[in-house]
């Protein structure tokens, strides 16, 4: 009979036979373990309080198959730097939700923004990284549907076949308010959160907010950066959206709807390519008074295209020119490029700001006074161009809510009393800060929108630092925090419990899964550099345990890298990356013969079949040596049958 023991630290299982020539105290020598695997580097941003619930369940369980974990909790900065410079083994990754999904973020995986820029430099040819980058250039030129969705199924399983992260789990955006607002309804993309639906039942019509910010909480340090709409890091997508609006806007199911563009129409121009023409949205003003108008669209392109590539993106290579016709705007392509309305929406780089918030004003130059970071020295010039060959000279915008500067990797914002000025729905107010940091940053509704709010609506919006998830959930419960907005502020598990246990006093609501948290695997680093180890790594994960535990089914597991439901990503790609601790137990053993090699999935299936086989054939043996200790031997001698009903020494087996 064999029996398979669960492999604790890398030991891999012992075969014990019994038999009649070896007695059963004896066992053949168990499988040597393999070479002890370098410790697996994790690294987390410490301001996100779900990826510290989870990363100590994972790495028990990694414990269990031998692999050990080193874990690194980072500032969102820090964190960022050694993802894009390839310094991790494990590192939580979300794909970016609609509308990004999966066009956007596949596209950046080119490029030093995400931890699959180093983490796929590993991939085995012919299927390796030049490969994967050309095939999603090309996906974004396919005319037809069919020829879409063909391709992005390559695209996906060959990233499924070399294993390059585990799918962990959809994640839902939360909202937590307080029983003195109503009418609260979430945005339809991560950080987008529509604060102007909220509706005053009783109280102030000033309303604090703990907002989900890339930083996880909202961070003393930085606040909403520089809040000028053409940059990144440290601004803050949440404060970037209720400031600025683009020419169109995301909506239910995906559908694209109309924001400073109120129409537009595509048409196929000869030679190739397509010219998109809008109709703008007439009688708006920015904040600060100035008109917006066709000269204000174009003034915002030349600035953020002109001259900047923005290569995490598809959109800005695709577009070849714009200009001002009878009082249109007009975008013309190199190419086909279907997403182009789509990434129309994102919430940065374009949106647009006033022509006074531009250095120089309506007739600033992009060239010498481009709206980048910079204070228009020599220090500030960068070069440009396909060829670095070009030179523009940043001289950032005449206001920003904030001096920000970046020392040791780390990004610090001091409040300097200026201003920003788009046409959104939030206007900024004010920051306040003392000697522990930003503590409050204030914003007024914008009632000359063109989609003004009506009735008890909220007036002011106030956005409060916290330093810990605990403080947050303290405050919502006694009433001086009245919402709490997106994911990485509190637990799933706090989630649940004001759900479940506080609903006299907050409203909970959650959105449909919207992106996949996923661990993205350095394949170019020991030991994630193993396709093997990935394997192992997968199948030792119990995701569901660890979700129900951490989010208290808040979430579910996935099993794919985006959403089944993001445009061509639905594919059923097996097998499936799931928890199974004997396949990962498994696939951690060396093969007997080949010295530091591991097994393969063909070789776990045949060791499954032989050892059912083992098994069945142990249990006879078994039972045939303690029959013929008996004296009742299984198989009887060939002799005719005897009446023995008289035989007083006969016992029937009835």
């Not at 007009?330 to 086909?336: A, D, L, M, Q, V």
């Not at 920000?404 to 610090?412: F, P, Q, S």
């Not at 192992?536 to 989010?551: C, L, Q, R, S, Y």
């Amino acid at each position: 009979m064999k029996k398979i023991h669960h492999a604790q630290k890398g030991i891999c299982p012992v075969v014990v036979v019994f038999s009649r020539a070896l007695p059963v105290t004896q066992s053949r020598n168990p499988t040597p373990p393999p070479p002890p695997l370098d410790p697996a580097d994790f690294v987390l941003n410490e301001g996100d309080a779900t990826s510290k619930a989870i990363e100590s369940l994972i790495v028990s369980d990694l414990a269990k198959v031998g692999i050990t974990v080193n874990t690194r909790l980072l500032s969102k900065d820090e964190w960022n730097g050694n993802v894009t410079e390839g310094n991790f083994n494990l590192a939580f990754s979300e794909s970016w939700g609609a509308p990004y999904d999966p066009q956007t973020f596949a596209t950046s995986w080119s490029v030093k923004n995400e931890a699959h820029f180093e983490g796929l430099k590993g991939l085995a040819a012919p299927q390796d990284k030049t490969w994967l980058d050309t095939k999603i250039q090309k996906v974004m030129l396919k005319e037809t549907e069919p020829a879409r969705q063909e391709a992005w199924t390559e695209i996906l399983m060959a990233m499924h076949d070399q294993a390059t992260e585990l799918p962990f789990s959809g994640k839902r955006i939360p909202a937590a308010i307080n029983k003195r607002l109503t009418g609260y309804t979430p945005g339809h993309q991560q950080f987008d959160y529509p604060a102007h639906t909220l509706r005053v039942l009783n109280g102030l019509r000033k309303v604090t907010v703990s907002p989900g910010a890339q930083t996880g909480m909202f961070s003393k340090e930085t606040g909403v950066g520089r809040l000028d709409p053409h940059s990144y890091r440290p601004n803050e997508f949440f404060a970037n959206n209720w400031v600025y609006d683009g020419l169109v806007e995301y909506g239910p199911q995906g559908t694209i709807i109309p924001s400073l563009a109120e129409s537009w129409s595509v048409a196929d121009n000869v030679g190739g390519g397509q010219k998109y023409t809008f109709a703008l949205r007439q009688g708006v003003t920015f904040h600060d008074g100035e008109a917006w108008n066709c000269a204000a669209a174009e003034l915002n392109f030349d600035h953020v295209l002109q001259g900047h590539t923005h290569p995490w993106y598809g959109m800005p290579a695709a577009i070849k020119e714009w200009s001002c016709v009878d009082g249109k705007f007009e975008i013309t392509t190199n190419t086909n490029y279907y997403p182009l309305l789509q990434e129309l929406t994102f919430i940065r780089p374009l949106r647009m700001q006033s022509p006074a918030m531009f250095v120089g004003g309506a007739t600033s130059d992009w060239k010498t006074q481009n709206s980048c970071p910079g204070d228009g020295t020599a220090d500030s010039v960068i070069a440009v161009g396909d060829y670095a060959d070009e030179e523009i000279t940043c001289a950032g915008i005449d206001g920003g809510v904030a001096n920000c500067a970046k020392t040791d990797g780390n990004w610090n914002c001091v409040p300097n009393g200026l201003n920003v000025s788009g046409t959104g729905r939030w206007i900024y107010h004010r920051t306040e800060s003392n000697s522990d940091g930003i503590q409050s940053v204030h914003f007024k509704i914008n009632m000359n929108h063109w989609d003004a709010p009506s009735g008890n609506y909220v007036e002011e919006l106030v956005v409060v630092q916290y330093d810990t998830e605990a403080e947050i959930k303290a405050a919502l419960l006694d009433g001086s925090l009245d919402a709490v907005m997106g994911s990485g502020v509190l637990t799933g598990a706090d989630v649940a419990d004001l759900r479940n246990n506080h609903a006299e006093k907050v409203s909970v609501s959650l959105t449909e899964s919207i992106q996949n948290r996923n661990i993205v695997f350095n394949t170019a680093k020991s030991p994630t550099d193993d396709l093997q180890t990935r394997k192992v790594i997968i199948h030792a994960i119990d995701k569901a345990t660890i979700i129900d535990a951490v989010m208290s089914g808040i979430d579910a597991p996935v099993d794919s890298l985006f959403p089944k439901d993001a445009p061509y990503c639905g594919a059923d790609l097996t097998p499936k990356p799931d928890y199974d601790l004997e396949k990962a137990v498994l696939l951690n053993c060396p093969i007997p013969t080949k010295k530091d090699e591991r097994l393969t999935d063909d070789a776990i299936a045949a060791i499954a079949v032989v050892s059912v086989a083992a098994l069945m054939f142990g249990v006879s043996l078994a039972v045939m040596v303690r029959r013929e200790r008996k004296g009742k031997p299984v198989f009887q001698p060939l002799v005719p049958l005897v009446d023995k009903s008289n035989d007083k020494g006969f016992t029937s087996p009835a």
